[in-house]
């Protein structure tokens, strides 16, 4: 069975500039890290209006998926959600005054980190084998000993037992 022969490519290289802004290249993604950028210009300096500007190194903005103007703003710890909770009607206006139109924003915590890690061992402590029969142990086997018919196979396998373990 033969296949059709491929079509020539006709393709040239471009540079990666204009490759970025292709609507098939990664010209999305360089259009949404624009407006990302400016949109953390535009709440530090909402911020910054409302007094806390120490806040916006913590805070990672970005619009909410399925919603409409909805701004979402992951925060580092629960007091800075609270406290932004707080100012969201104020904040809403300073940030559109700075030309970003927002309906609502939604605070979340990032979630914590985990409080453990797994540590590598550096010493393996070697754990000593018991070499006997502990004295209850070897006084259980004695009294089985004595149950057991003398010339049994089970017998010789007990005595055999109690003469490899030393007490």
Known sequence: MNFAPKPPRKKAAH?????????????GILAKTEDLVRLKVALKSALTTLDLDHLSPKIEPGWR???????????????IATRLQQILPSLINELSKNGVICSAIKVRTKPAPASWEIKPQTARKTTERAKGFNPVARAS????LEKLAPDSELRKAVERLLQSKPK
């Open 15 to 27: 540079e990666w500039l204009d490759y970025l802004r292709h609507s098939e290249g990664l010209g």
């Open 141 to 144: 086997w004695e009294s089985l």
């Open 65 to 79: 998926s399925g919603g409409q103007n909805e701004l979402f703003l992951l925060v580092s710890g629960a007091s």
